[in-house]
């Protein structure tokens, strides 16, 4: 006998877990299936996000960092290491322990919100009295019924036609969160957020990091002042960044990788390495749905093809995340989830692309919401710039971490917010405020009229609301 449900979400990543538990807390009975499965052959929920994303990248940016201020900088606060080492193992066990919390979390959580899980793959059989016939093919293969259905199957790493991923020395995100040992030479290939966080984990460490972009920018999407200042900070941490490449033959061997590519001036070079991580970008994941025979609908990249609200040309049934257009971020995902489950239960939800935010978690963070300096020129918008250096900052002295600054940009007629820009410590959690402050059409003036704690980094966002108006206080 087949279960029936008024929702079945396919993926339990951040788009669906979420999803489902928001539609479960509006009343409908609310299934949610996913593939994902752990070593020892029980579900992993949480997708990419949680088992080889944002969470275990977090973890391993931690690790390293607490492994580079032990070894560059307590001494300035008194504190001796003698025979300072880092135990590779040691820290990939906290991180995989870390990546198990919250996959516990959320099969919790979906017992605590009446959330049917099935372990196993979702994919459409086809069109059933009362909905959709969905077919779970796991340990004990089911099929359900659903009224409507929300496809959250998320995306997967794009590889090099010329270098499959073995994940042993050509690595996605995958391998790239589980090098056993610090290789001694570090290839990467892209400088997106994937490569720039990997590449400071294992260059925090001790590898000798070389990155090769095909772009002639660094950070294109990053306004212009901030991605000059991360490269200057970047190249100076030892990071080796080579712009404007041309990747060539790539071959990997027992004991390394040697890429050939051509440098920014054509010359022909060649890199070889221990690891080689391949991070230009991901792909919408849709195998295994069996999407084409049922008729949705995909664009030429293989995202699902979805309206404003994530309505996809099927009826009942919707897409959101990584595998439908917009950025690939989980937080976008989450809030698409929420809205599309408010829509189903007759609800206005809402998802505002413009006040998306950003972080990129190097050392020092960036963080941005809104425009770029460089989208309002070419606009044509009349702006002004407001910019506070965390060097005047004192919280940010005694922290000892004063690189980057803080960047307003505002309307030059209305003072409204139009974009903030921060690259320095703790940048991933000062632009919260910015996102508030563009969410309620606040005007720069509104922030620097806000008294914010001292001493604080956030003095720093409020000083470059100041500098719009040229009146900063400090500096
Ligand atoms: P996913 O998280 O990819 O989840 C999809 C799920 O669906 C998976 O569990 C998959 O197994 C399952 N699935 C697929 N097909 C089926 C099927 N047919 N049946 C059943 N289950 C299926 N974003 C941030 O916002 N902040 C970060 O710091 C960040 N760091 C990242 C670091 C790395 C290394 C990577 C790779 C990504 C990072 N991201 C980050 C991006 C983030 O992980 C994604 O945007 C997010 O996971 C997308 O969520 P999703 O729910 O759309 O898809
Ligand atoms: P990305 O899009 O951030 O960067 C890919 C880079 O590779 C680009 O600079 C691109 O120009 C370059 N590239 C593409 N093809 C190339 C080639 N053939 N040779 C050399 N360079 C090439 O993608 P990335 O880093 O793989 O990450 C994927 C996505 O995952 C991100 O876009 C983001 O959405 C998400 N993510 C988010 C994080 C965060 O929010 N902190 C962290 C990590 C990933």
Redesign the pocket.
């Known amino acids: 006998m087949s279960q029936s449900f008024d929702v079945v979400v396919i993926g339990a990543g951040p788009g669906g877990y979420i999803a489902a538990i928001r539609a479960a807390q509006l009343g409908l009975k609310t299934a949610c299936i996913d593939a994902w499965t752990n070593a020892q052959g029980g579900p992993a929920p949480g997708g990419t996000c949680t088992n080889v994303?944002?969470i275990p990248?977090k973890a391993l940016l931690q690790s390293s960092e607490n492994f580079e201020q032990a070894g560059h900088h307590f001494a300035e606060h008194g504190i001796g290491i003698k025979g300072l080492s880092m135990d590779v193992a040691t820290m990939l066990g906290r991180k995989d322990k870390v990546v198990k919390q919250n996959n516990d979390g959320i099969l919790f959580l979906f017992k605590k919100n009446k959330v049917t899980f099935f372990h196993g793959t979702g994919s459409f059989k086809g069109q059933a009295e009362g909905g959709w016939e969905i077919a779970v093919d796991g340990a004990k293969p089911e099929t359900l019924i659903a009224k409507q259905v929300i496809v959250a199957t998320g995306?997967s790493?794009?590889a090099?036609p010329q270098a499959a991923f073995d994940e042993e020395r050509i690595l996605s995100?995958d391998g790239a969160l589980r090098i056993p040992a610090v290789p001694k030479k570090l290839g990467v290939?892209?400088?997106?957020?994937?490569?720039?966080?990997m590449g400071s984990v294992w260059r925090r460490l001790g590898a000798e990091v070389t990155v090769?972009?095909?772009?002639p920018t660094f950070?294109?999407a990053v306004d212009e002042s901030v991605a000059k200042e991360a490269l200057k900070l970047f190249t100076k941490q030892g990071l080796k960044i080579e712009l404007g490449?041309?990747?060539g033959d790539i071959k990997a061997g027992k004991s390394g990788v040697s890429v050939a590519y051509t440098d920014a001036k054509g010359a022909e070079q060649k890199l070889d390495v221990d690891r080689l991580i391949v991070?230009?970008?991901?792909v919408p994941h849709t195998t295994g749905l069996n999407a084409e025979a049922v008729g949705l609908k995909l664009d030429e990249r293989g995202a699902i093809v979805v309206d404003a609200d994530c309505r996809t040309n099927l009826p009942g049934v919707w897409a959101v995340g990584d595998v439908v257009r917009g950025?690939?971020?989980?937080h976008k995902a989450e809030e698409e989830g929420v809205a599309v489950a408010e829509r189903i239960a007759g609800q206005h939800g809402h998802v505002n692309f413009d006040t998306i935010p950003?972080?990129?978690?190097t050392s020092p963070e960036i963080a941005w919401v809104g425009k770029t300096e460089q989208q309002l020129k070419a606009e044509g918008r009349a702006y002004k710039a407001g910019q506070f250096p965390f060097m005047a900052n004192g919280r940010a002295r005694a922290l000892g971490d004063t690189s980057g600054f803080v960047k307003f940009l505002a309307d030059a007629q209305t003072d409204e917010i139009l974009g903030v820009h921060i690259i320095g410590p703790y940048a991933s959690e000062l632009i919260a405020e910015s996102v508030v402050a563009m969410e309620f059409k606040a005007s720069s003036e509104d922030i620097a009229r806000i008294c914010h704690a001292h001493p604080s980094l956030s003095e720093s966002v409020k000083e470059a609301a100041l500098a719009v108006d040229k009146r900063t206080l400090n500096f």
Do not use: F, T
């Not at 290939?189 to 966080?197: F, T």
């Not at 950025?327 to 989980?330: D, G, Q, T």
């Not at 950003?358 to 978690?361: G, P």
């Open positions: 994303g944002c990248s995306s790493p794009r090099l995100n290939i892209g400088s997106g957020v994937i490569g720039l966080e090769l972009e095909a772009l950070l294109g490449v041309k990747i991070s230009i970008g991901r950025p690939m971020l989980a950003w972080v990129i978690y």
